[in-house]
């Protein structure tokens, strides 16, 4: 079961961190699934997959997904991701800030044959786009 983790951390190092798309085979099956909220004009499936990460990696240098605290059961792995990185590329229409984040994010993977069949995510975008510089901090009380 370890081995479902360790895929998880090791999609972040090759996808995001290292930007190696060339492997989204290697992590992803054909018909993916993911049900959390992509980005603006993110097709479905493996294809969505490769978009977000080629999205993510244009608007932020020195991306990289740290896997903290794990729990695996059957053929489902749950960990909590810290994402770091700092705005150098337009996101979402906002212009590049040089602004540093780092963000935590929740996934949960259902992993059929060693590949993500199904992924659900919370992803703090709040954070984000306060530390980019996108929507104001909010005022101390």
Not at 21 to 42: N, Y
Not at 81 to 96: A, D, L, N, S, W
């Amino acid at each position: 079961m370890a081995d479902n983790a360790a895929l998880i951390q090791e999609f972040y190092d090759e996808m995001l961190t290292n930007g190696n798309l060339d492997r989204l085979d290697d992590f992803v099956t054909d018909d993916v699934v993911d049900h959390e909220q992509g980005l603006p004009g993110q097709p479905e499936g493996k294809e969505g997959v490769r978009f977000f990460i080629t999205t993510m990696r244009e608007a932020f240098s020195d991306l990289k997904g740290t896997m903290g605290p794990s729990v695996e059961s059957g053929d489902m792995a749950a960990a909590e991701v810290t994402i770091t990185g700092r705005h150098t590329g337009e996101f979402m229409g906002v212009p590049p800030t040089d602004k540093s984040f780092e963000i935590k994010c929740m996934d949960l993977v259902r992993i059929v044959d060693g590949k993500c069949a199904e992924h659900w995510g919370v992803t703090d975008n709040l954070a984000l786009m306060m530390q980019i510089g996108a929507i104001p901090e909010p005022a101390s009380a």
